[in-house]
């Protein structure tokens, strides 16, 4: 059984910073195919950053440059710090893993949709005030 279980969310004020962490069990960091999704109230869960299991990364405009995901295969978790916070990143923030392997293709720069993984987290709760 696949267990992922996100931590490190939390309020904080614009232009502040927070590490989300997903702590994973059942499910091989090291081999992984990973992303973060967010979903604001009355939004659509959104991709904005992935990873595959050879650590090409793929990231949302709206987040390039603030944001970075990294793991830790001795932890077995994935990261994601994020910088430069603003009101508009306020959402719940989800891990995903996909099953299996997955090398993203050098020329198509995309980020997978939710449907495209088939484990998730619980959420944890980010916060960005004015």
């Known amino acids: 059984q696949v267990n992922l279980v996100e931590s490190g969310g939390g309020s904080v004020e614009a232009g502040g910073s927070l590490r989300l962490s997903c702590g994973a069990s059942?499910?091989?960091?090291?081999?992984?195919?990973m992303g973060w999704f967010r979903q604001a109230p009355g939004k659509e869960r959104e991709g904005i950053v992935a990873?595959?299991?050879?650590?090409?990364?793929r990231y949302a405009d709206s987040v390039k440059g603030r944001f970075t995901i990294s793991t830790d295969n001795a932890k077995n978790s994935l990261y994601l710090q994020m910088n430069s916070l603003k009101p508009e990143d306020t959402a719940m923030y989800y891990c995903?893993?996909?099953?299996?392997?997955?090398?993203?293709?050098?020329?198509?720069?995309?980020?997978?949709?939710?449907?495209?993984?088939?484990?998730w987290g619980q959420g944890t709760q980010v916060t960005v005030s004015s």
């Open positions: 995903a893993a996909r099953k299996g392997r997955c090398r993203y293709n050098r020329d198509l720069y995309v980020l997978y949709p939710p449907a495209w993984y088939d484990y």
């Open positions: 990873i595959d299991t050879y650590r090409t990364t």
């Open positions: 059942g499910y091989t960091i090291s081999e992984s195919c």
